[in-house]
């Protein structure tokens, strides 16, 4: 199967993406590698958290995101990687159980530099099982245009 070039995306294309499970183990072995705070490591101590319970860190639900991203556009997209992340903002905590991810396609532009490139730009939000936004994203992506290869 081909891959997806960038003159096959649309401005206001919407892709739902997941769901992905998250345990408390999973949020416990990530901080206890990259974010080894008490909230993120343990239930007890949790609790005495501003938001009252283990919850994933911020990298965590970041990295979630960016799973769900692969797997639900990325994976079969020529995507040649990112010129960055323009906003990340976390809205709930990420505890133990689904998310989903919802990507929009808000802007797209051929580079003129490089003609074999084309800028995505995506808003994408994150919600748990009970459609909770946990995270809301904007960030652009570069996408190999099959224009240019001819």
């Known amino acids: ?5 960038f003159e096959d995306f649309t401005v206001g294309e919407i892709v739902e993406v997941g769901p992905l499970t998250v345990t408390a183990d999973d949020i416990k072995s990530f901080a206890a590698e990259f974010d080894p705070q008490p909230m993120h490591l343990d239930e007890g101590a949790a609790q ?3 938001v009252g319970g283990l919850f994933a860190s911020g990298m965590h639900t970041v990295c979630l995101h960016m ?3 692969v797997d639900g556009l990325l994976h079969d997209t020529a995507s040649m990687g990112s010129p ?3 906003e990340v903002r976390y809205l709930a905590p990420v505890r133990a159980g689904e998310l989903t991810l919802c990507l929009e396609v808000v802007e ?3 580079s003129h530099s490089r003609p074999q490139w084309g800028l995505l730009k995506l808003r994408s ?4 099982a009970d459609g909770t936004a946990v995270l809301r994203m904007a960030s652009t992506l570069i996408v190999g245009r099959r224009e240019a290869a001819r």
């Open 84 to 86: 960055g992340v323009d």
């Open 125 to 128: 939000h994150m919600v748990n």
């Open 67 to 69: 799973r769900l991203l």
């Open 48 to 50: 005495n958290a501003i």
């Open 1 to 5: 199967m081909p891959l997806r070039s």
């Open 108 to 110: 797209l532009r051929p």
